[in-house]
């Protein structure tokens, strides 16, 4: 369990997510877009942070991030190092996308 979410929290970091972005460079996928809205390539960011479609799970990570004290929801904030966020995006992914 620790492996599996810290290979997600490696994906988000880096880039090489199951994520469109990812997926359409790599040849996998014919577009780059995200699905669920088409307003922008899917990123870590966009599902994360700016995809409408997820803005109810989005709610509960922040309020979950909020309860281990964290307050900067900015992308270089959530995905350092820091212990406190890492469950918050776990349960996030889990319930949006599943599997990146
Ligand atoms: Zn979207």
Known sequence: MIRRKETIMYRLRTGYAKLNKHLFKIGVKNSEMCENCGRAPETAKHILLECTTYSDNRN????????????????QSLLSEKAQSVLPI?????????DI
Do not use: D, R
Request: avoid cysteine; charged fraction near 10%; aromatic fraction near 12%.
């Open 60 to 75: 509960v990570m922040f309020q979950e991030l909020i309860a281990q004290g964290v307050t900067n929801f900015s992308m």
């Open 90 to 98: 776990i349960n996030f992914i889990h319930a949006t996308k599943g």
